[in-house]
C-alpha cells in the first residue's frame, strides 16, 4: 500500500542551526503538506503546496520556514535558524486531491532543538 | 474562528467494552469531517470521512455519526480492544480553506485488560 515517508525519524539540533526535514509524497498525489505537534497538543497546520507553489500557510509559518519540492519526489521543509521551541513532531501529509480529499500522513521527524 | 472541540480529553475502558467520543465544531462553510487515530509518536491514520449527506459511515468497530445541523460527530467504539489505545483527532475541512485542515485536540483512549 503507498504511504508516505518521512527521514529522518528523529533530529537533534543545536539552536541557530539550519535543519532539513525531508519527505516522499505518494506518488499520485498532488497536494502536499507540513504539519507540526509540539509534545503534548494538537497538530497545527503548517503550510500547502501545490503545482509547485505555496497554496496557502499559517502564521506559524514565518520567514524562517521554507519548503521546496527539489524534484519529482521529494518534498521538503526547511528551517533557517531552529529555536527551542521549534521542538515537536513534524508531519508531512499528502493528498490526491485537495481538503475534500482524504490527507495521508507520514510518520514524521520528531526535531529536538537543544 | 473555525474551532473544533472534543470531549472527553481521555477515558479509560476495560478490554471488550464499548465507548463513544464526542466532537463539535464551528467550521463554516463545511466540507467533510474526519476521524483519525494517532498511535502515540506516530502520524495520524485516517478512520473515517464524512460529507454534509452522510450521518453514519463505518470502518470495522469503528463507527462515526454526524449531525450536520448542530454541528456534531461521535466515534464509537465497539468491543474495544487493547491496540484501540490511542488518541483519536476530529478533523473538519471547510471550502474557504481548501487546503487546510482544522484538528480537534483528540480524546486519548486507553484500553486495559
Known amino acids: 500500500e503507498p504511504e508516505v515517508t518521512q527521514t529522518p525519524s528523529h533530529q537533534v539540533t543545536q539552536m541557530g542551526q539550519e535543519v532539513i526535514l525531508r519527505c516522499v509524497p505518494i506518488s499520485n498525489h498532488l497536494y502536499f503538506y507540513w504539519y507540526r505537534q509540539i509534545l503534548g497538543q494538537k497538530v497545527e497546520f503548517l503550510v500547502s503546496f501545490y503545482n509547485n507553489e505555496i497554496s496557502e500557510k499559517s502564521e506559524i509559518f514565518d520567514d524562517q520556514f521554507s519548503v521546496e519540492r527539489p524534484d519529482g519526489s521529494n518534498f521538503t521543509l526547511k528551517i533557517r535558524s531552529t529555536k527551542l521551541e521549534d521542538s515537536a513532531m513534524y508531519f508531512c501529509?499528502?493528498?490526491?486531491?485537495?481538503?475534500?480529499?482524504?490527507?495521508?500522513f507520514g510518520q514524521g521527524t520528531r526535531l529536538t532543538v537543544v | 474562528k473555525n474551532q473544533v472541540e472534543q470531549s472527553p480529553q481521555s477515558l479509560i475502558i476495560l478490554e471488550g467494552k464499548n465507548c463513544t467520543l464526542q466532537c463539535n465544531y464551528t467550521v463554516s462553510p463545511f466540507s467533510n469531517l474526519r476521524w483519525y487515530k494517532q498511535d502515540t509518536g506516530r502520524g495520524p491514520v485516517s478512520l473515517t470521512i464524512?460529507?454534509?449527506?452522510?450521518n453514519t459511515k463505518s470502518n470495522g468497530r469503528y463507527t462515526a455519526t454526524l449531525d450536520a445541523d448542530t454541528k456534531q460527530s461521535s466515534l464509537h467504539i465497539t468491543a474495544s480492544q487493547l491496540s484501540d489505545s490511542a488518541s483519536y483527532i476530529c478533523v473538519v475541512s471547510s471550502y474557504s480553506n481548501d487546503y487546510k485542515l482544522s484538528f480537534g485536540a483528540g480524546t486519548t483512549v486507553t484500553v486495559r485488560a
Open positions: 501529509a499528502s493528498s490526491e486531491q485537495g481538503a475534500d480529499t482524504e490527507a495521508f
Open positions: 464524512m460529507t454534509f449527506s452522510e
